[in-house]
């Protein structure tokens, strides 16, 4: 009778594992350049309908592969593709995931700039958590060329691209009376 119970334990555990995604692929490098080839139209739109799908494999890759060298890399293409899905929420999630595994990484400064320009400030008008965000970029990474772009994206919080328009010009305008 303990041998029955251990068996019908044992398969009944095999069962489980399988039923919970025990038997799940193993994803390569080919499997993400196959994916990528999906998520855009002849048109060059997204594929709205395949997209999630896309920066979900994005995500099990670097689930499965913490340590690949390109693991980053396809973490802030799913948080790309989360940014052009208006997904704020998976988006941050991404973000926090990728500066959490990889802050020495070349995404990492990356990532921040979409956070603050895209998410915080574009999608969700929140220009505080904008400036916080590019100015732990400046802070964080005051040697990626992204720093600079992170201060004048401070500088422009919260202002019309006309706004933004004048203040060029007239930056351009002070800059030349100058040379004279």
């Known amino acids: 009778m303990k041998n029955i119970l251990k068996i019908t334990f044992v398969a009944l555990l095999a069962f489980g594992m399988f039923a919970c995604g025990g038997n799940e692929k193993t994803l390569t490098q080919a499997d993400l350049k196959a994916a990528e080839a999906t998520l855009f ?31 980053a890399q396809w973490l802030y293409h799913a948080m790309e593709i989360n940014v052009l899905l208006k997904d704020a929420d998976k988006s941050v999630e991404l973000c926090d ?13 990356m990532s921040l700039f979409l956070l603050g320009s895209y998410i915080y400030d574009d999608q969700l008008s929140d220009t505080a958590m904008a400036h916080q965000t590019f100015q732990r970029l400046i802070e964080e990474y005051p040697e990626s060329a992204l720093a600079d772009d992170a201060q004048k994206a401070i500088e422009y919080l919260g202002l019309s691209p006309e706004e933004i328009m004048t203040l060029i010009m007239m930056s351009q305008f002070e800059e030349e009376e100058e040379e004279f």
Not at 97 to 109: G, I, N, R, V
């Open 97 to 109: 995931q990728l500066l959490e595994q990889y802050p020495q990484s070349e995404w990492a400064p």
């Open 41 to 71: 139209n002849d048109d060059q739109t997204v594929n709205e309908a395949v997209a999630p799908q896309v920066a979900e494999t994005y995500c099990q890759f670097v689930k499965q592969n913490p340590n690949d060298s390109t693991a």
